[in-house]
């Protein structure tokens, strides 16, 4: 009978540590699907999903977090992905860069909105935004991301939820959506 309980325990241990590592390894493969820029205080995250570019952006700021595709000059002629959280409701929009520092909603030029699965929270200070966009332009305030090549992408974020707010940190970068291969463009000081 000891050696039935013994042999059961041994089961059991082998069960629970085999549970966990592939817990661990899971959890490790899920989170390496997404390629990363982290540049001082915001993260850009992105995963090829088929047609479309899942995103999560993160900004260690109680305000707005924005990412823009493809400026012609500064942010004209970017699309741009801008939101916050108030009241725990992640307000995520659609804006086009109509000038080389400002940017409207994409909806108010008479444009589509393009984002889905938008949501996010405020936690410990920090912005999180999930959304998914497609790589393929909808009409002409939309970007077509083409991932085998380099893309100007823009970060910025600020402390006011206010999303025509001018932002303290700004940087672009040149990034390959494929490899994650990047290259820092310009920042602020």
């Not at 991301?145 to 974020?157: E, H, I, N, R």
Request: some cysteine; charged content about 20%; aromatic content about 10%.
């Amino acid at each position: 009978m000891e050696g039935i309980i013994k042999k059961s325990s041994q089961l059991l241990f082998c069960f629970i540590v085999t549970i966990t590592i592939n817990l661990f390894a899971t959890a490790n493969l899920f989170a390496a699907d997404y390629l990363e820029v982290v540049d001082k205080n915001i993260s850009f995250q992105w995963k090829i999903n088929g047609s479309n570019l899942d995103v999560i952006l993160k900004a260690k700021t109680a305000g707005w977090v924005g990412v823009g595709f493809e400026p012609s000059m500064a942010m004209k002629d970017a699309h741009f992905i801008i939101g916050f959280i108030q009241n725990n409701k992640a307000t995520i929009e659609d804006h086009f860069g109509t000038g080389i520092n400002q940017h409207q909603a994409i909806t108010a030029l008479g444009g589509k909105d393009s984002i889905s699965n938008k949501s996010g929270k405020l936690e410990k200070g920090e912005t999180t935004l999930n959304f998914t966009i497609p790589l393929k332009a909808s009409d002409k305030y939309h970007k077509n991301l083409d991932t085998g090549k380099d893309v100007v992408v823009l970060l910025a974020y600020s402390d006011k939820t206010s999303l025509l707010r001018k932002h303290p940190f700004y940087a672009s970068y040149s990034i390959n959506l494929k490899s994650g291969a990047k290259k820092l463009l310009k920042h602020s000081k």
